[in-house]
């Protein structure tokens, strides 16, 4: 079991940035693919960015390519959303994800996922 606690939230107003972090703990040795996942009112939560433990090779999705980063301190168990030029579509609750299979296999199914707590980006 893989526990998930994000931080870094807030309120920007549009153009600004901001940066997420995700601390995880306990069976980390499991996780393969950590990424962040976003859930605007009244959508179906979406996936942001997924990057690789051991590589750290990233995918992004299109609406937040050369904007948003995904990186991550395996020394710290920590994985990281930078957000620059944000626009008012980027609000949302922001869930940090650990998944134990291949970022290119955790698409439609979330056996095994651990989901963090949410954290709140407000863009104006």
């Known amino acids: 079991d893989v526990q998930l606690v994000e931080s870094g939230g807030g309120s920007v107003r549009a153009g600004g940035s901001l940066r997420l972090s995700c601390a995880a703990s306990?069976?980390?040795?499991?996780?393969?693919?950590m990424g962040w996942f976003r859930q605007a009112p009244g959508k179906e939560r979406e996936g942001v960015a997924t990057i690789y433990r051991d590589s750290g090779l990233t995918v992004y999705a299109d609406s937040v390519k050369g904007r948003f980063t995904i990186s991550r301190d395996n020394t710290k168990n920590a994985v990281y959303l930078q957000m620059n030029s944000l626009k008012p579509e980027d609000t949302a609750l922001y869930y940090c994800?650990?998944?134990?299979?291949?970022?290119?296999?955790?698409?439609?199914?979330?056996?095994?996922?651990?989901w963090g707590q949410g954290t709140q980006v407000t863009v104006s």
């Open positions: 994800a650990a998944d134990p299979r291949p970022c290119n296999q955790i698409a439609g199914s979330q056996k095994d996922r651990s």
């Open positions: 306990g069976n980390t040795a499991s996780v393969r693919c």
